[in-house]
C-alpha cells in the first residue's frame, strides 16, 4: 500500500522462488524493494538558482546551434546526427554494429530485403526509425498518448511481438535474469504502470517547465517506471527528442546526449538513483534529487550541443572536400569543374550525409532521377573518389559514402573520451573501429 498518493515510496515485496527451475538462482526467493514515483502533474518544482541558470544557458545553446546560419544548422546534421545518437543509443545496450553496416540495413529494409541484414544491424536501423519516430509523428501530435509511445517501442521491437506493450510482471535492472533479489534497481509493480504512465503523457502534453526540464524529467520518469519488457533504455532517450521537437527547442534534428551520457554513465546512474528519492514530493531530499538529476542532464546536453557545432564543421569540410575531388575528376574530363545544378549528380552531392548508401533504385527513387541519370551520377561520384561501389549480389551495387561513417565512427570515439578529445584523452569505453575502405 501507498503511503501517500503524493509521495514515493519503496515497497518491500518478497520473490517466490521457482521449485522447478534449472538452475540454483532461479530456484531462490527472497525480499526485494521496488520503487514507485510520485505523480509528476502534481510534483512542485522550484529549481535551485544554479540548476536554473544552467537550464537558461544550455537551452540558449541549442537554440542558437539551431539557428547559426551556417552549416544549416542542426537541419544539415539532422540524419547524420539520428543514425549517430541511436547507434550510440542501441550500442549502450549492447548492440555492437558498425556504421555502415546499419546504412546497408536501411536500404535493404527499404528495398523490402531486410531479411538479408543481419539480426544487430537491423535492430539498430530499427532504432533510428524509432527515435526518428519519436522525433516527427509523436512530437507533431496535437496530444501524446500511450499508444504512441506504445508505437516507438513496437517500431523498436518489430520482430519480438512479445515484448510490445507495457509490461503486465515485474522487471529489474541488474542482479541476474531469474529473479529481482539483489538487483540494482527494481521499478513499480506492474499494477501501478497504467496509472504512472498516464500521469507521465499528461505531463509530456503539458508546459509548466522549459523545454530541457520538461525533457530530462520525462526521461528520468521514464526510466523510473521502465514501463515496457523490453527497450526502456532506447524508448526513453527518444523521449528526450520527441519533447525537444514539440516544444520547438530543435526541429527535426536530435542532439548526441545519449553518447554524452553513455560516457558519463557513473554520473548518470548516480543522479538517476538521487532523483529516486522517498517521501514528499516538497521534501529536502525530493528537491535535492531532482537538483542534482537536471545538473547532471542538463550538462550532458550542453556538451552535446558543443559537440554537434564540431560536427556541423566537420560536415561542411567534408562537402567542400567532395566538392574539389568532383571538379579534379570533371576538369581531368574535359568537362566543366561543376555539374550543372539540379543535375543526379548535383543533388546527390548534397544528400550525401543523409544517405550515405546508395543503389541506383534508391537515387531514382528519392531523387526523382532517370535510370540512366542515376547510374551516371553514381559512376561519376564513384569516378571521383567519393563514393566506394561494393557488389551485393549479382544483380545489385551499393554505393557507399564512406567518409560520412567515418565520420560517425570518429565522432562516437570523441564522444567516449571523458575530455571529449581522444588526442588528450583516449576513448573511456569501448567504441567501434575505424572505418576501413
Known amino acids: ?48 538558482p544554479d540548476v536554473d541558470a544552467l537550464a537558461a544557458r544550455t537551452e540558449a545553446s541549442v537554440r542558437q546551434l539551431v539557428d547559426h546560419p551556417g552549416s544549416r544548422g542542426l537541419e544539415g546534421l539532422s540524419r547524420f546526427l539520428l543514425r549517430s545518437e541511436a547507434i550510440a543509443s542501441s550500442r549502450i545496450e549492447g548492440l555492437e554494429v558498425s556504421p555502415q553496416q546499419v546504412g546497408i540495413a536501411e536500404l535493404l529494409a527499404a ?5 538479408k541484414a543481419s539480426a544487430t544491424a537491423r535492430r539498430v536501423a530499427a ?3 524509432a527515435v526518428q519516430r519519436a522525433a516527427t509523428s509523436v512530437a507533431g501530435m496535437d496530444a501524446i498518448d500511450l499508444a504512441a509511445i506504445d508505437d516507438v517501442q513496437r517500431t523498436l521491437l518489430e520482430g519480438e511481438p512479445t515484448m510490445h506493450g507495457v509490461r503486465t510482471t515485474q522487471n529489474w535492472i ?97 543522479a538517476l538513483t538521487a532523483y529516486r528519492y522517498d517521501g514528499a514530493p516538497d521534501s529536502a531530499e525530493a528537491s535535492g534529487g531532482v537538483a542534482q538529476w537536471l545538473r547532471t542532464f542538463l ?8 559537440q554537434a557545432a564540431t560536427f556541423a564543421a566537420e560536415l561542411d569540410d567534408l562537402r567542400q572536400d567532395w566538392s574539389a575531388a568532383l571538379a579534379a575528376s570533371r576538369t581531368s574530363k574535359d568537362l566543366r569543374p561543376q555539374p550543372r545544378a539540379g543535375s543526379a549528380t548535383a543533388r546527390l552531392l548534397l544528400g550525401l550525409q543523409e544517405t550515405p548508401v546508395l543503389t541506383t533504385r534508391t537515387v531514382i527513387e528519392n531523387y526523382g532521377a532517370s535510370a540512366p541519370a542515376a547510374k551516371d551520377a553514381l559512376d561519376e561520384l564513384t569516378d571521383a573518389g567519393v563514393l ?10 551499393f554505393y557507399l559514402a564512406m567518409d560520412v561513417f567515418e565520420l560517425i565512427t570518429n565522432a562516437e570515439r570523441q564522444l567516449a573520451s571523458t575530455q571529449w578529445d581522444t588526442a588528450q584523452q583516449r576513448p573511456s569505453r569501448a567504441t567501434p573501429h575505424r572505418v576501413r575502405t
Do not use: C
Request: no cysteine.
Open 299 to 306: 550538462t550532458a546536453t550542453g556538451i552535446a550541443v558543443q
Open 174 to 270: 541488474g542482479g541476474n535474469g531469474y529473479n529481482p533479489v539483489g538487483a540494482d534497481f527494481v521499478p513499480p509493480a506492474p499494477h501501478l504502470v497504467p496509472d504512472l504512465m498516464s500521469d507521465l503523457v499528461a505531463y509530456l502534453n503539458g508546459g509548466t517547465h522549459a523545454p530541457l526540464v520538461q525533457a530530462g524529467i520525462a526521461h528520468a520518469q521514464f526510466e523510473t517506471i521502465h514501463p515496457f519488457p523490453d527497450g526502456n533504455g532506447r524508448v526513453g532517450r527518444a523521449v528526450i527528442h520527441a519533447v525537444l521537437v514539440r516544444r520547438g527547442l530543435t526541429r527535426t534534428a536530435v542532439l548526441p546526449i545519449s553518447q554524452v551520457l553513455f560516457t558519463r554513465s557513473q554520473e548518470y546512474v548516480a
Open 127 to 129: 532504432n533510428i526509425t
Open 1 to 48: 500500500m501507498r503511503k501517500d498518493d503524493r509521495m514515493a515510496d519503496w515497497s518491500n515485496a518478497h520473490w517466490e522462488g521457482q521449485p522447478d527451475a534449472a538452475s540454483r538462482v532461479g530456484r531462490r526467493g527472497g525480499p526485494y524493494r521496488t520503487y514507485t514515483p510520485d505523480s509528476l502533474t502534481r510534483r512542485p518544482l522550484v529549481l535551485p
Open 388 to 397: 566506394t561501389r561494393r557488389k551485393y549480389d549479382q544483380k545489385t551495387n
Open 111 to 115: 528495398e523490402g530485403l531486410h531479411r
